[in-house]
């Protein structure tokens, strides 16, 4: 028996990508598409322009979508959300009344009580959700995946953390346009053009980090205690958030032990075996021009990150350029495995 | 009376730059067209595919391509050079023999007695063509401009190492295509793509910054003392090099402060008025979303740096995005800029 | 003294052209920009996004925008409108009753009494001005320019159904981004993409071309009797719409007597040497590659058609490639170049 | 027992696709990679960098290339040539004095006793092959496909030539930049851009099409009787030639027909099962703005053309708008349906 599932927000970019993620899927079993009243009572296909190279399931462009009433989550086992920030706090908050809810949006994922979560790279975070429960009152409960850009650079952060420490990063992104949604990049303003400013996201980027990285003590996340100073650009790439990293270690390090250490990353996910974990989370590439948005973003099915272009300019000093599928690993699948812990875990 | 001039590489992207900012010029008068044998011979307008949206001049589409024999430069005054760095050690050395060579190209700039220049930040490095004469025996010398992606980020950041000190810089690109010359990147390479690779430019960008910024001392350059780390990408753009430059100053600073130093900085091409120096080297931007290439390239006539998303995040720290022409400011005009100072100094 | 002028919709896309075409203009000068509610009253520069390469003119920076209420007209002599189609009913009609609207929006083109005109090719058609006067019982009256994409094929369309009549014509667009307005086509629709389809454009251009070539008989426009079939498509240009068309003349041709017809075209604005006429209306370009919207776009400042690839298949079978800059010669230039006519026939 | 096939031109953009359409394939097994002398000797993953979104099966990267010398032929069964049409007079003529070789080369495409074909179009060309030998001498043969764009339009325009006729065929072309090669087109020339010239382009879609549409009589084509009269440009996509094509037929027709001649068309890749045939060589999309590159040239496995836009103008005057992947469908997939079609008919 699958899982029921649900999606908020089923019409839009990453609703699609959540849509893709989960055709077939050996757990879970999409029964709810959850979109604006605009949308509700139609079908799918009639509201959902879809964008995906892929084509649309067709079992999918056939079903009604219903409005984003709580109500509906008690025929559901799972709810994942892709809703604009602004309307999250109240509609995933009634849902995770009932369910439990995997979020993409940004609006809980700083709360104290709600994990943040990359499953590779801090999975006892899950533990916050029993204080959650309780705190709360909720039968549900919430939990969320970083930003888009955030996740790029984190997971292949996490092993140099582990083996020589940090002690602060620079990073600087080209990040493609299906992160501001299927509108929100106009042709005029990124033709032959770069645009220094995502809203809110140097912010996101920089204090996303530290929970990410913290420790869980005793129901709370202590921040790690480094700090990242970004800068965040659009360019023209349709998916494929590209980051130039620059790592100060804690530690010296030797550039081949870096590698090693990126390679050989494996994670909760891929020792569980679960259905949407990629066979390698970091793939280390020694081309010396990749890894490349058209050419990288697909592998793993899009949540691998790779990483390539590696130096170390002095002692402790190291610089390293990462890709990340931005609707994949950085949005839809990341939410997914994030459900698929929980279940392997029997937390749902 | 006008300056006599010739161009070696007077076809390719480079060269036709050259020609657009010598046009009218009130000191140069274009008297050779110096190209390859396979050119030679022709009419300009036949051999040479004009790239830029201005109109070719129409005097020079008639003009007849000379090869690169340095017996012409018994005809001229001052020779600049947009040649492949190759063949740049014989041809642009045979010249310099005659005639003073403005040179874009990187084979000589980091020969200890060639002068690396940009008029507002190290005019004083002239002096080096007096020990380059009497050392090589030259009748003219040689005077190059650094890479256009050095040149974006060091004119800012010298009214900053003026007033605070600088103690490194990260500085990570996102170049424009034509800096890799007309045929240079494939459109299949980069179309909805990123490409983080761009041959030799890291290593350049490195070391030339340092002998820009370095102090004469008895005929030789003592190289500045910080360090430049740097990750170049070459992103889907006609011309300007956007670059996102992370600085730790000697000296923590206010952030209202940086603003008025980059405001504020003039060099020598502002004070003699120079004919292609921009009344401001530098723009600061308020607006939260510039600069961009698109719309702020040609800010000064190509000669202006815009800066904008000055941020700090820490004692010491900053960060900030800078954007300039790279075959405007950062090739064709950063030459003749030279060329103009060597003529008010009487070096010419 | 200058006659004094508004523009309806003054801080879209269209609007800025205006503004820009109207600069240092010798006739007009800019003394109201009128726009919607939500903007009036704010300072111009702090509501109008400026999209172009050229620098806003400093003075409108500062002029405060008013809202679109045809009392303003009184201190008016002309006015320029480039508003959304649903609201030029009313808007254009209400400042018509007082003053001369020169119009570059869809809504009035098509009626009986309302002139549309491109100066060079259908002058005569401006008579229609005094019936409409005197039906409507306006003080002013408007004059309508035809579609972006209608008036890049029809003004070299002119001198061939002039020198071998028109039996009809085929064309298939490639037409730029601008055209749609600032925000009309996502980056995510276009980036890798042609759509074969813009809405309503195919109706336009096929029944806009016979009222534009129709004869004047007694105050009424009788259509031109070939046909017009098209097939109109977006591709990832930021202005210049290039199209290919093919044309069946009456009477058999040489390709030689096509280019001369082309070459030697001349209308009435040419005659009276109107300031925004171009020498050349139609510019054919000999080169096998030509004309592409990058280069040649910005030819006779924006106001001349560009026409290559002139082919001769059998008898009386021309096809031809031409390309318009669609903002300026289809949009604020020819609502300009109208006025200008008027202004020189001391309708205004 | 799979049949043993060389790839002449392996490295190259259609090599590449011929592997990934020869990638498991039921019947053939890729045996030799061969190229120009440059590249022999080599590990096929050391020589070319594979441009495709699929990852290079891993069999090949660690093949060795040869050199396409005749005598390799021994060893194999079919060749499939993607070569310079320059040399290939030459190379593909040596190897079918031993084996069958089906080329995606213009070269021989318009010699008497080649068949060009599309199995969908004209299977019975094949019988060609009978005279080619005997008045060649060879072991082998050659047979042809069509230039990428002319496949586009065939395609759809075969059921509307049974069903109606065809007096003349208008089509102007929007090709995607892979048809160029991989360093075909430069960025710079495309960026912001369109290309209104191919070369030798359109004199290949004008003849090709009446070659593959025409009669075979006595081991002799009779050329179809109408003509194509074509206008060829490039845009800036990957991959998908986009085409508007306007048809005069012999008989009038109803939309809904032409509809469904288009919809229900199968040739006898589809009746025999051929592993390359799409279950529909033309799909007809109702949708008012499809099809479009990026979302459908994948559709059939790349091997269906998209036609939209249906419109009809007047009796006997229609316009439709096709899409082809022109390196599947256009390109290697032709070869390979070609060589499938031979080998269920027995000829190999």
Redesign the interface.
Known sequence: MKLRVGILGATG?VGQRFIEQLNDHPWFSVEALLASKRSAGSRYSDVAKW?L?SRIPSDIAEMTVEGMDPRIADGLDIVFSAIPSDIAKEVEGGFAEHVPVFSNTSTYRMEEDIPLMIPEVNPDHFKLVEAQREKRGWNGFIVTNPNCTTIGFIIPLKPILDSFGVSWV?V?T?QA??GAG????????????????IKNE?EKVEVEALKLLGKLRQNRIEFADF?V?S?C?R????DGH?E?V?VQTDEDFELEDIKKALSSFRGEPQRLGLPSAPENPVIVMEE????????DR?LGGGMSVSV??I?K??ER?L?F?CLSHNTVRGAAGASVLNAELARARKLI
Do not use: C, W
């Open positions: 970019m964008y190279e620079h600087s080209m346009l299906s299927y509108a929100g990049v106009p042709s005029m303003a990124i033709l032959d053009n770069v645009i220094p400013f140097e700090y100073f800068s650009h360019v023209m790439v349709r590209t130039a620059f010396e021009d990749r890894p490349q948005p058209v050419l697909g390539g272009r130096r300019k002095r000093l610089k350029v």
